[in-house]
């Protein structure tokens, strides 16, 4: 019990380690793609004032905002904000950049969280099928159902249930996460789950082909197994068969393959959130790129890699708790 809470002491912090180099790494290279865009942060603070304001008075902005120092001491002095909590302020909503993204945050997360159960349970499902009928024309079926959807854009899928189910059957809002014409504190848990069913089923159908295809892959090489093939021949087959044996053997692969889909997910969202006109973190992170917000583009860039990063974390804490030797390979690897 000892040797593996020490082994797993050790996996967290080299888990916190790597993430703190990627966090540097990733945001070091967003600054140093924005330093050389053609992004005027002075012109995007004032905006339509711009050509009032005399060559002194922009100077005088630089020197406030630290734009006259060199590319290193600003990405410096942002860093060292960033480490005591402070993102800075944003140039489009003139709050506070984590005051922004803690507000999208609430939208996005529920959007994101439940396109990823949807896409989780249904892909398991029908890889499940797919691979326990191998040939039939039910796994052809659901296999090409996957392969059109891996070839579907998401903003084009996105458009068509829009059209469909909002504007032609009216069963769901055009857009935004909330109703219109009442106040925050009127808006119920119900209110924004009814907002977010469109979005989160247009993302959830794309996310369902790669958990599906991966779990029909390795379902197939489990039935494949010796001791299935003695399983089927004591008599056992059908949805018994699939509860002993298979699920336990094919959940390491799905779960692997769902966790780190959260990266997939956040990118499909972006461009969803532009289609739905869902106030989330997608839809304020595109808006931070054309307007040239460099601090909010910064901080959801950020919390972007944490949210990344935390998906394949949990997915190898999954991992052993499912199949508690993968720890003790570890720590026998000295990894």
């Known amino acids: 019990m000892e040797e593996l809470t020490r082994n797993l002491s050790i996996f967290v912090v080299k888990k916190i380690i790597r993430l703190l180099l990627l966090l540097l790494a990733v945001s070091f290279i967003t600054y140093l793609l924005i330093r050389l865009s053609p992004i005027d942060p002075v012109q995007t603070y004032i905006g339509a004032d711009m050509m009032k304001v005399s060559p ?40 506070p950049v984590l ?55 998401s903003f084009w899928l996105g458009l068509l249930l829009l059209m469909i ?30 907002h977010a069913i469109l979005p989160a089923i247009t993302l959830s159908i794309i996310g369902i082909a790669n958990v599906c295809l991966h779990t029909r892959e390795k379902m197939i090489d489990v039935l494949k197994q010796p001791y299935i093939l003695q399983a089927r021949a004591n008599g056992l087959s ?32 972006v461009l969803l959130e532009q289609v739905f006109s869902y106030p989330g973190l997608g839809k304020a992170i595109v808006d931070a790129g054309l307007n040239g917000d460099v601090p909010l583009l910064l901080g959801i860039v950020v919390i972007s890699a944490c949210f990344v990063f935390l998906g394949n974390f949990l997915a190898d804490m999954f991992y052993s708790l499912v199949d508690p030797r993968i720890h003790r390979e570890k720590g026998e690897a000295g990894l």
């Open 56 to 95: 002194e008075q922009r100077a005088a902005i630089e020197e406030y905002w630290g734009l006259n120092e060199s590319f290193i001491s600003q990405y410096v002095h942002w860093l060292a904000s960033v480490i005591t909590g402070d993102f800075g302020t944003s140039f489009i909503y003139r709050t």
């Open 99 to 153: 005051d922004v993204i803690a507000d999208r945050f609430i939208s996005s997360i529920l959007l994101l969280a439940v396109a990823w159960l949807l896409s989780g349970v249904i892909g398991l499902l029908l890889g499940a099928v797919a691979a326990m009928k191998q040939g039939s024309k039910t796994d052809h079926f659901i296999r090409g159902y996957c392969y059109l959807l891996l070839s579907t854009p």
């Open 165 to 194: 189910f909002s504007v032609w059957l009216d069963w769901f809002p055009i857009g935004l996460s909330a109703p219109v014409g009442i106040t925050t504190s009127e808006i119920t848990i119900m209110d924004r789950l009814y």
């Open 238 to 269: 059908g949805l018994a068969l699939f509860k002993r044996h298979g699920l336990r053997n094919m959940i390491l692969p799905a779960i692997s393959v769902h966790f780190a889909s959260f990266g997939e997910l956040f990118g499909g969202a």
